[in-house]
């Protein structure tokens, strides 16, 4: 069940608690929990509705701009049934909390050993090590320009960095990839001395709900952390191309949580 990020934005601030989808059958039940860039979603309702019986509260909770707004974007694929999905914000992403666990001397030799595994289990060969080497040398390249560099088809490389996400080693961004600092421990682990390398970045990431052309508008003007937005005006901001005002009130709301 896909969700735009300024409607995640919405669930995660209590405003929108309805979704709804024309679908031939439920693609979710009660109590389904999605990942997002913003935390956990959990589904709280499914019920099947009728158009007509919509009303101007269920468009409010729905975060659409009025009734009229709501039934339009519910006209295409008029044969499919309309859903009404009750979404409430479950908490954050476990996975943050494990992306920042520095692993122990056990932990490290636990995930060692994992990833022997899934080097193990892949048709394609060792894979795990280059792929999170590859990520620190370039963090935030696109997933197709890191797969073209080690000879390999997008779809599969970007299915194997998922895998490197669920252990908690990597972070997706709006553009490319990060690796977590427990993936940094991780790959310095597995160096026999300090590597040169570009120092890595400090600082709070940019939230992902702000859109890759605003991400990448914002890394091209050198602006690479949420603290260094703080040092910009709203109008310095606007007038980055590819910055827009949900941009913007997105980075707004990150600066204010942190």
Known sequence: MMIRPAELASIKAGTIDLAFRRWARP????GTR???SVGVIEVTSVEQVSVSSLRADDARRAGAASLAALKQGLAARPEDPAWRIGVAYAGPDPREALRSAVPTADELA??????DRLDASSASGAWTRETLDLIDLNP?????????QVGRET?????DVRKLKELGLTESLAIGYLLSPRG??????GLPEPRLRTPREQGTQLPRSIGAPATR????AGVTTLEQVAAYSTEELAAMHGVGPIAIARL?????EL
Request: aromatic fraction near 2%.
């Open 184 to 189: 940094e421990a991780v790959v310095d682990a």
């Open 110 to 115: 636990t995930i060692l050993a994992r990833l």
């Open 27 to 30: 693609r979710v039940v009660v």
């Open 34 to 36: 999605m990942r997002t």
């Open 252 to 256: 707004r709301e990150a600066l204010a």
């Open 217 to 220: 508008a914002l890394r091209e």
């Open 140 to 148: 935030t390249v696109r997933a197709p320009d890191l797969a073209a």
């Open 155 to 159: 779809p599969d490389f970007k299915k």
